[in-house]
């Protein structure tokens, strides 16, 4: 067996076609978009590469190519761990032990050479609602940018060293029905209160709405250190992003006497429509997905991220925001199914909100840790309290 570095135009097409060799059986697995895959890798599309650096690897035998992966360096994050740690993704590989422990000490190689004492994977160099974490249960069509794998995947990690530093979950509503009964009653108490008001997205006021989550969020996450202040042109600039696929009604907030208080931003599940691309999105591909998305294709939606501020929690607020949404999904009738993207077991508080919510647990990843010192003690992911 062969390891070689992903260098020319043509290992990088070899990168992207490995993977459907693997999957060609498994009619759960939705090719990703071939763009998404490459801009990764792209000095002048990925902003983490201001602060980082990365490799990808082909591993050949005989000629021909049995695995792939990729390894990279956060600078800001490397260090902020008990040591300083790498990460490892896009990891591929036929059911063999020995070619996947070559894949892995190939990464474990060169983030030494980096000054790392620890890898985590299979992760993205990136944020962390990318291509984050392994499935090791409910091997569902993914969600759009979301890792899947073949099962024995969890086997080869384990066998390596890899330990489960958090897992990540994922609820659903298999059929979009009623909510449970105590959502019903909570609405009704905040119903009463006339400061509470509900509303979804106005897409001709959509910098308002922007600033609005920018608010929220910034109250909501960084007073328990789970997140950094988001910069208005940072925000403004993600909701300009999401601005062809948003449905607004889907997309709402709850304000206190008009400050903005608590939102739950939900999205069509997009990969629904991707899969049918065959990871091109040339002109032809974009008018075709543009086309689909206008005719209502989408059958599931995507709970991509929910805050209440610390002022407001513990109100009912949750079950406020998704009676209201209940009522306007039921109406249009545009939607059957909703899953929400994965929470982390370290969020205790997140993670009952989910399940308060959606009675399937649809998925769990699994984000693993490798120490490079195999004599020191292993610690997962610290529990976010509060």
């Known amino acids: 067996m062969q390891i070689i570095e992903v260098t020319t135009k043509e290992q990088a097409q070899q990168f992207l076609q490995l993977p459907l060799q ?10 990703p978009l071939d763009k998404d895959i490459d801009e990764v890798f792209d000095k002048e599309k990925n902003k983490f590469f201001r602060h980082g650096i990365c490799a990808r690897w082909l591993l050949a035998d005989n000629g021909k190519t049995i695995g792939r992966v990729a390894a990279f360096v956060n600078h800001k994050l490397a260090k902020k ?3 300083p740690t790498g990460g490892m993704g896009f990891f591929e590989c036929i059911n063999d032990q020995k070619a996947a422990n070559i894949l892995f000490d190939t990464c474990a190689a060169w983030l030494k050479e980096q000054g790392m004492e620890a890898m985590d994977g ?91 989550f920018r608010s929220i969020y910034n109250q909501a996450w960084v007073q328990h250190g789970s997140g950094r202040d988001l910069e208005q042109k940072q925000v403004q600039g993600f909701f300009k992003k999401l601005k062809p696929i948003i449905d607004p009604d889907i997309m709402a907030f709850a304000y206190y006497k008009n400050d903005p208080v608590a939102f739950a931003i939900c999205l069509p599940d997009i ?73 982390g077991d370290f ?21 693993y840790r490798f120490l490079f010192d195999r004599t020191k003690e292993f610690v997962r992911h610290p529990v976010i309290r509060g």
């Open 81 to 83: 761990n008990d040591q």
């Open 347 to 367: 969020n205790p508080r997140m993670l009952n909100i989910a399940k308060e919510f959606c009675p399937v647990r649809s998925r769990v990843l699994v984000t």
């Open 22 to 31: 693997l999957y060609k059986n498994d009619k759960n697995w939705a090719q």
């Open 122 to 212: 299979p992760i993205n160099f990136g944020e962390r609602e990318s291509w984050w974490g392994l499935i090791i249960d409910g091997f569902n069509p993914p969600q759009y940018k979301m890792n899947y794998n073949l099962p024995y995947y969890q086997t080869l990690f384990e066998t390596y060293g890899f330990k489960d530093y958090f897992q990540q979950h994922c609820y659903a509503i298999e059929q979009l029905e009623d909510l449970p009964q105590k959502f019903y009653q909570r609405h009704a108490e905040i119903s009463k209160i006339p400061e509470y008001s509900f509303r979804t997205l106005k897409m001709n006021e959509i910098e308002k709405y922007a600033e609005d």
């Open 271 to 343: 990969n629904q429509l991707f899969r049918k691309l065959n990871g091109k999105f040339g002109l032809w591909q974009k008018i075709k997905f543009f086309v689909m998305l206008k005719m209502h294709v989408c059958t599931k939606m995507i709970g991509t991220v929910f805050g209440i501020i610390p002022a407001h929690q513990g109100k009912g607020l949750d079950a406020y925001i998704f009676v209201e949404m209940e009522k306007i999904v039921k109406r249009k009738k545009s939607y059957d199914e909703f899953e929400m993207q994965w929470v």
